[in-house]
Nanobody, 125 residues
Framework: QVQLVESGGGLVQTGGSLRLSCTAS????????MGWFRQAPGKEREFVAG????????KYADSVKGRFIISRDNAKNTVFLQMNSLKPEDTAVYLC??????????????????WGQGTHVTVSS
């Protein structure tokens, strides 16, 4: 069992930055692929970024490439999402997810086994 808790969301102006954190308990994230998803008001949940349990290869949605960076600190059992050059379109609830298929780079929500409750990000203009 893996429990995930996101933090770091808030209100930021267009062009600003935020760093989201997802801290896991119950299991070490070194055994899981990790992903970030987001759900904007009135929209479907969409994939943002993901990385397998090992290696440096990561996957990003086209909408965030060049602006967002996913990383992990296994010692802290935490995955991060650094968000730069934020746009109003980035406003959403951001959710962290863990996939027991540790080498996965899936962008499909159903492929993930555990989810956090989300943290709100609002980008104002």
């Amino acid at each position: 069992q893996v429990q995930l808790v996101e933090s770091g969301g808030g209100l930021v102006q267009t062009g600003g930055s935020l760093r989201l954190s997802c801290t896991a308990s119950g299991r070490t994230i070194s055994n899981y692929a990790m992903g970030w998803f987001r759900q904007a008001p009135g929209k479907e949940r969409e994939f943002v970024a993901g990385m397998p349990s090992g290696g440096s290869i990561v996957k990003y949605a086209d909408s965030v490439k060049g602006r967002f960076i996913i990383s992990r600190d296994n010692a802290k059992n935490t995955v991060f999402l650094q968000m730069n050059s934020l746009k109003p379109e980035d406003t959403a609830v951001y959710l962290c997810a863990a996939d027991g298929s540790r080498w996965s780079l899936s962008s499909r929500g159903p492929d993930y086994d555990y989810w956090g409750q989300g943290t709100h990000v609002t980008v104002s203009s």
